[in-house]
């Protein structure tokens, strides 16, 4: 992320910290202290574990039942679960993982409605109004893959707002190469791509 100040800089790694926190804070509660785990993100977990922990370790055994970035994400996390187990028998390297995305879609909107000349203090207020929604901020510590693909889609929305306001090509191939993290996510990007290839089209 591109930031034109020290000062926005600032805010936007203050705001980011803060959400990263919380997010994994819940995550940690929900996963270690509650043993609540959603099965779709303990999968994407055990596909990771599959990888490190088989004899000889390959990185085939993650499978292509899911995408395969949420899980090869956590591949340095599951690798520390030899020290402290939880990080793949409750699901937290997954936690950490959309926390850490959370926070940087988070910083995203940030970063581009300061780029589009909105003040500070509205920046942060919409930013937070999207991040504090109970369902966005619920999928930042979930380990789920959703947050994971909404980085990517909030990513490709603002390259394209910013595309249309100031006409530079680096945004379109920004859109190319978030586009391909977006289908490493979820199938789902394909009908997105589509989309965005008409909208690009149609302008």
């Known amino acids: 992320i591109k930031i034109n100040s020290k000062n926005n800089k600032r805010i936007i790694i203050i705001f980011c910290a803060i959400i990263f926190i919380l997010e994994l804070s819940l995550g940690f509660y929900l996963g ?46 599951i690798a520390l679960s030899k020290f402290w187990r939880p990080l793949a028998s409750s699901g937290i390297a997954a936690n950490i993982v959309t926390a850490l995305f959370a926070a940087i879609t988070s910083g995203i909107l940030l970063n581009t409605f300061i780029t589009l000349k909105i003040s500070n203090k509205v920046s942060v207020i919409v930013t937070s109004l999207y991040t504090f929604n109970p369902f966005i901020f619920f999928y930042g510590c979930n380990g789920m893959s959703e947050t994971i693909f909404f980085t990517f889609l909030v990513y490709i929305i603002c390259n394209l707002t910013l595309w249309l306001k100031k006409g530079e090509s680096k945004y379109l191939i920004k859109i190319a ?13 394909i009908p997105f791509a589509v989309a965005i290839g008409i909208c690009l089209i149609i302008i």
């Open 32 to 77: 270690y202290v509650k043993g609540v785990i959603l099965t779709d993100a303990f999968s994407r977990t055990a596909n990771a574990f599959y990888v490190i922990f088989v004899k000889p370790p390959r990185f085939a055994s993650i499978g292509l039942v899911w995408n395969p970035l949420p899980s090869t994400l956590q591949l340095p996390l």
């Open 177 to 189: 190469f978030a586009l391909i993290g977006l289908f490493f996510t979820r199938y789902e990007a």
